[in-house]
């Protein structure tokens, strides 16, 4: 069936370093991927999506690379600070379905 | 603050209750989506509504189930409740007409403890 992993469950980098959290999708149908951060006690929250006519998308510190050949998706954090340790979900979507399959996440633990 | 509130914020009952969770949406939305996470299930999708009517459904036992009222306010109704029901309940909320490439903003959660 439909699924979405992580490859890593847990991450842990030094404070400054660059962060790479990957995941991996298997429907070739989705067209639409999300990444939400959560923190301890608080509801996912939204950091960046791409459309699959897209191989990448930057925000704020925050770079999201979409590879459909191997149907991969990475989430890029530069210069890493202690904020941004949480849970990472990647989310993959489109087509005719209407939810959102989420993967099971990664915690990310910067250490200062 | 996503603008997309829940209540209660934790919840404790008793295997065999009923409990509802409710839920607003931010403000102009017209979707709501319910999500169960679980330690062991990670967010798993329950069901979708859409301006009232359902639209979408997911992993949603038949023991729950949910509503849209007219004011977009959602509840989600747990009966029966067994042990592990207890989880953490997020409801999201998307600006417009419900298509999953629509960006989900989610509420705080309500964490049930069914003991």
């Known amino acids: 069936g439909e699924s979405v992993g992580l490859h890593l469950p847990t991450l842990s980098v030094q404070e400054g370093d660059n962060s790479i959290i990957n995941c991996a999708y298997s429907n070739s149908a989705s067209d639409y991927f999300i990444w939400y951060k959560q923190e301890s006690g608080k509801g996912p929250q939204f950091i960046i999506d791409i459309r699959s006519n897209m191989d990448k998308r930057q925000g704020q510190r925050v770079t999201v690379l979409l590879n459909k050949t191997v149907k991969h998706l990475s989430l890029q954090i530069a210069a890493t600070q202690p904020g941004d340790s949480a849970v990472y979900f990647c989310a993959e979507g489109g087509g005719s379905n209407y939810k959102l399959t989420f993967g099971k996440g990664t915690l990310l633990t910067v250490n200062p | 603050d996503s603008g997309v509130t829940q209540t209660p914020k934790h919840l404790i009952t008793a295997t065999g209750q009923r409990v509802t969770l409710r839920c607003s949406p931010r403000?102009?939305?017209?979707?709501v989506y319910w999500y169960q996470q679980s330690l062991d299930q990670g967010l798993q999708f329950l069901i979708q509504y859409y301006n009232g009517e359902e639209r979408a459904k997911g992993n949603i036992l038949e023991r729950f189930s949910a509503q849209q009222f007219p004011d977009l306010h959602s509840e989600l109704n747990l009966s029966s409740l067994e042990l592990g029901d207890s989880a953490l309940y997020f409801c999201?909320?998307?600006?417009?007409?419900?298509?999953?490439?629509?960006?989900?903003?989610f509420g705080p959660g309500t964490r049930l403890t069914v003991l």
């Open positions: 999201a909320s998307s600006p417009t007409p419900g298509r999953s490439t629509d960006t989900q903003y």
């Open positions: 403000s102009g939305d017209l979707s």
